[in-house]
């Protein structure tokens, strides 16, 4: 399922406006008066970056009020939409409730189900575009936007500052939201923030065993820790780390070959974690199914644990693609077979959505070499149904049996995947 920011619209996106004659602050009217905020081009960017679609929710009711005609309404959001383009931004969608109870327009005259507070705008996106609302903000400059979010299951930011007023009025009409920043920009900060949090927990939750082993991983014999850093020839300058995650291969890889590494991930946070842990050279977030990178630009491409999160026909011209970036060699490691994993970490892009053999694999030139034993870890896995007490003797048993399925792939929870090219970037024998 997919992520969304849910965003107000006048005092969030663009500047209200101060109409004196009425004594009034509300939306802008004319084309003229619309105008965007400071950052908020720069804050749409950044919440895509962060795999969250933005998308607009918005009580507009000027035309039902006579304010404004809808052809003048349609101006206003087609500037809008050409100002936030104009700095590299875009809505995903937009939703407007155009209704209100007292309104001079009789067919906009109705108490109506799409006007905030009540959530219906935001259930309505939520089942266009698949998105999952208890992992979605609403973000808004009333308590309007943050009951409806609140109705809608998602997290809350108010944008703008405290008040006692204010607060007086969330008590009484339960609308305190889950954050308050100052602007567009800060609420990013901390939606990232929420989601650096979220994986700190999850690495702080492992229990002190499963933290030795993750610790000792690379020095195990046929571990897939081990086996990645072990088939690097030494001959290789550069390698791409593609998909590289918080940063654990990296580290490794840092840690055992004197090698300028590249790691790329569409994920902030797991980037930022990187940078912080110094696991690689330099880093680039991008979308792993489209890198940016010319023919033969690095030594060496390692792709771990990636595919499994894209489609079967993204996987594969993913898989195609790293043999074109590579000059030497191309190393994947892959679950063995369906191995249900649902998102963590708050990332939208972890959950699993294709399946691979062994044979699919050798089919692309690759030595297939297995790891574990298949069926033990993962959502449904035997190790799951084990007490955690006695999870450190099923640790003991993947590298009792590792000689074994190293050889016979099929019946390993995962497979590293090796490849040597030749000059021309075909393949030319296999890494042993």
């Not at 965003?7 to 802008?28: A, K, Q, T, W």
């Not at 970056?49 to 206003?76: M, R």
């Not at 399946?355 to 034993?373: K, M, N, Q, T």
Request: aromatic share 8%; proline share 4%.
């Amino acid at each position: 399922m997919n992520r969304a920011v849910f965003l107000d619209r006048d005092g969030v996106i663009n500047e209200l406006v101060y109409y004196e004659e009425h004594g009034i602050i509300d939306s802008p009217f004319t084309v003229n008066q619309m105008r965007l905020l400071p950052g908020v081009a720069e804050a749409i960017s950044k919440f895509h970056e962060l795999g969250f679609s933005a998308i607009l929710v918005s009580n507009q009711p000027g035309i039902a009020k006579g304010y404004l005609s809808e052809e003048t309404f349609e101006q206003i959001k087609e500037k809008m939409r050409g100002q936030l383009a104009n700095e590299g931004a875009c809505l995903d969608r937009e939703y407007y409730c155009l209704h209100h109870p007292d309104a001079k327009v009789e067919q906009l005259k109705v108490n109506c189900e799409c006007r905030k507070p009540k959530p219906k705008l935001l259930l309505q996106a939520a089942g266009e575009l698949n998105i999952d609302l208890s992992q979605s903000w609403m973000i808004g400059d009333g308590l309007t936007d943050i009951k409806a979010g609140k109705s809608a299951g998602c997290r809350t930011i108010l944008l703008g500052k405290m008040k006692c007023e204010i607060c007086r009025l969330m008590d009484e009409e339960d609308g305190h939201p889950d954050a308050i920043a100052a602007n567009l920009l800060e609420a990013v900060a901390k939606i990232e923030e929420k989601a650096s949090h979220a994986m700190g927990v999850t690495n702080r939750s492992a229990s002190s065993w499963e933290g030795l082993v993750n610790k000792v991983a690379e020095y195990v014999p046929f571990t897939a820790s081990n086996l990645v850093w072990r088939f690097l020839d030494d001959s290789n300058k550069s390698l791409l780390d593609a998909g590289c995650g918080p940063g654990k291969s990296g580290g490794i890889i840092k840690r055992h070959k004197s090698i300028f590494s590249v790691g790329v991930d569409i994920f902030r946070p797991y980037l930022q974690h990187c940078k912080e842990n110094h696991t690689h050279d330099e880093l680039i977030q991008c979308n792993i199914i489209k890198l940016p990178f010319k023919a033969k630009s690095f030594d060496v491409v390692v792709c771990k644990e990636v595919i499994e999160h894209l489609d079967r026909q993204e996987g594969d011209e993913l898989i195609k693609e790293l043999d074109q970036i590579a000059r030497r060699q191309v190393i994947i490691t892959t679950p063995v077979g369906v191995y249900q994993q649902r998102e963590y970490d708050s990332n939208p892009f972890q959950e699993h959505r294709s399946a691979r053999e062994p044979s699919d694999l050798r089919c692309y030139g690759y030595i297939v070499r297995g790891v574990g034993f298949r069926g033990m870890h993962g959502e449904g896995g035997f190790q799951s149904r084990i007490p955690q007490a006695f999870r450190w003797l099923l640790d003991i048993l993947y590298v009792l049996v590792g000689p074994f399925v190293y050889f016979f792939p099929k019946f390993a929870c995962y497979m590293v995947c090796t490849k040597r090219l030749n000059k021309g970037g075909q393949s030319s024998g296999n890494i042993h």
